[in-house]
């Protein structure tokens, strides 16, 4: 599902892997696998480079040096064509949210499935059951900028899972929620995972990972401690 | 093919993801396009007017002498018959002339049109006839030809204009080249603008784009967005600059009609469409469709190719 092999990721001064003199290295020799349908906590101090590992995994960069596998294709050299459909089943929930300001929840949450191409009628049918049942639905028409903090969380979490994605990454998710929405969040992240997707969730909250016992990815200083 | 057409059905009407309305706006653009549409319009009537009189040069350059023989039908000096009748036998027996044709009063009347007016057969005038000749070979010199002709009907005039008219043909098609060229520019500055219009909105949506990017947008699926909206704008500057410049048109091809064959009446049927050649008639509605297809190139290659700098 995800491989890592001896990879290193270095930004430029263009802030992406691949364009200009490469800066310094924030991730050195990280090697792991994540197999089809795991559950893996992804844990360290900021800075540790968990964001940059996310980063890779959902191909918003690419490694500097090393192999890195996911869903079979080598990513490191890859057609820039070919990545489109592998970010399609991919899930993301951002630590920042990354929603768009000018577009309703509802918009927001089936923007993946019109980029996908799926029919209207199933969008529909599929955000309003997703707004539904992440406590939304009375504001689908309403934009983030008039929602709250949590609401925006939620909305983000939506848009990472209406697409079914195959691998769900998520950096802090449970930061603006209340610990019963937390409980309801993991529970949605093991749902999905015994339905098969695989999931990583990266965060500080020490208590959550203690509720929710799972093999853990630790980094620190760009490099990866061990699993755990 | 089946499946774009699926896709763009499937989107609902106005779902605009990146927010380009506000990104592009609809003012600017639009106000430029229609600029650059307006002096295409222009220099389209150039070109189609420098290619009309081209032509008329050009046929009239086939026919490198003119005669004019005075009080026609008066009996000639010499041989016998009318002076017309001699001037014509003399001409079509001298070697390298290979056609002489005596235009009729209507084709009279058409030539001096532009300085008598359309009475001029009422003025009761002594016009003299006028042999339209084309030779063989433009530059063949015909020695000796005036004066005979002189002593067979005195008074007659032989007027050589093969090269001058050829030398006008020739400022005519390079007059037309210069209009080809200014279409050119032109076509240029629009999509300079367009181009310079999509960076900005890029800039402005740079976050709206690599969050689609990101959630597996493809860059076809980004740039044919841009492409939409700029071809929208384009086409709408399109239309009105040709819109605006079809009074400034009329004008023009008001006041050039004494020198054409026709002259329209703004008040008769018909009228106003005679009053441009059926050439602008054709081209002008191309103006928007034109403009569309820039705005959509231009955005297409802007789009494309700063998406590259995403992985």
Redesign the interface.
């Known amino acids: 599902m995800v491989r890592f092999d001896g990879i290193g990721l270095s930004y430029s001064r263009?802030g992406?892997?691949?364009?200009g003199t490469p800066g310094t290295e924030v991730l050195h020799d990280v090697s792991f696998v994540l197999p089809e349908g795991g559950f893996h906590w992804l844990l360290g101090p900021s800075g540790a480079g968990k964001t940059s590992l996310l980063r890779l995994m959902?191909?918003?960069?690419?490694p500097t040096r090393g192999s890195l596998t996911i869903f079979g294709t080598h990513i490191e050299t890859a057609e820039?064509?070919a990545?489109?459909?592998?970010?399609?089943?991919?899930g993301?929930v951002f630590q920042d949210f990354?929603l768009?300001p000018?577009?309703s929840a509802f918009?927001n949450v089936a923007?993946?499935l019109?980029?996908?191409?799926?029919?209207?009628g199933q969008i529909r049918a599929d955000v309003s059951e997703m707004l539904r049942w992440v406590g939304l639905a009375q504001q689908a028409q309403v934009r983030p900028a008039e929602l709250s903090g949590g609401e925006q969380q939620r909305v983000a979490i939506a848009?990472a899972v209406i697409n079914r994605p195959s691998l769900l990454l998520a950096d802090e998710p449970t930061g603006n929620l209340d610990d019963a929405q937390a409980m309801r969040l993991m529970q949605l992240f093991r749902e999905m995972n015994r339905l098969g997707t695989t999931v990583v969730v990266a965060t500080h909250n020490e208590s959550l990972v203690a509720r929710h016992p799972a093999p853990a990815l630790r980094l620190d200083h760009g490099r990866l401690l061990g699993r755990h | 093919m089946a499946?774009l057409r699926?896709?763009r059905v499937?989107?609902?009407a106005g779902?605009?993801?990146l927010?380009l309305r506000?990104a592009l706006a609809d003012r600017m653009l639009p106000f430029l396009v229609a600029a650059m549409s307006f002096l295409a319009a222009l220099t389209m009537a150039g070109w189609v007017g420098a290619a009309s009189l081209a032509r008329h040069w050009q046929q009239g350059a086939g026919s490198a002498l003119t005669v004019q023989v005075p009080q026609p039908q008066e009996p000639a000096a010499q041989g016998g018959g009318s002076r017309l009748a001699r001037v014509v036998g003399l001409l079509s027996g001298t070697p390298g002339i290979v056609e002489v044709r005596p235009l009729d009063d209507e084709e009279l009347a058409d030539l001096l049109r532009p300085w008598l007016g359309s009475g001029a057969e009422r003025l009761a005038l002594p016009l003299p006839a006028v042999i339209a000749v084309r030779l063989a070979d433009p530059e063949l010199r015909l020695d000796g030809l005036a004066g005979r002709l002189g002593t067979a009907a005195p008074g007659t005039l032989v007027e050589s204009h093969g090269v001058w008219i050829g030398r006008l043909a020739k400022l005519a098609r390079s007059l037309q080249a210069c209009a080809g060229l200014a279409l050119l520019v032109v076509a240029g500055v629009a999509a300079s603008v367009i181009a310079v219009a999509t960076r900005a909105g890029l800039a402005a949506r740079r976050?709206?784009i690599e969050?689609?990017?990101?959630?597996?947008?493809?860059?076809g699926?980004i740039a044919a967005r841009f492409a939409g909206r700029a071809t929208l704008l384009a086409a709408t500057g399109g239309a009105a600059g040709a819109v605006a410049a079809l009074p400034v048109l009329l004008a023009l091809g008001s006041l050039a009609a004494p020198f054409g064959a026709v002259q329209p009446g703004f008040d008769s049927p018909g009228g106003v469409l005679a009053a441009l050649p059926a050439a602008l008639w054709l081209t002008l509605p191309g103006l928007p469709v034109v403009s569309a297809v820039i705005g959509c190139l231009t955005a297409q290659g802007t789009v494309r190719s700063w998406l590259?700098?995403?992985?």
């Open positions: 263009a992406t892997s691949s364009r959902y191909l918003a960069v690419r820039r064509r990545l489109p459909g592998l970010r399609q089943r991919i993301v990354r768009l000018h577009l918009d923007l993946p019109r980029i996908a191409g799926r029919p209207e848009r | 499946v699926t896709r499937l989107r609902p779902f605009d993801e927010g506000r976050e709206a969050i689609v990017h990101g959630l597996g947008a493809s860059d699926y590259r700098r995403l992985p």
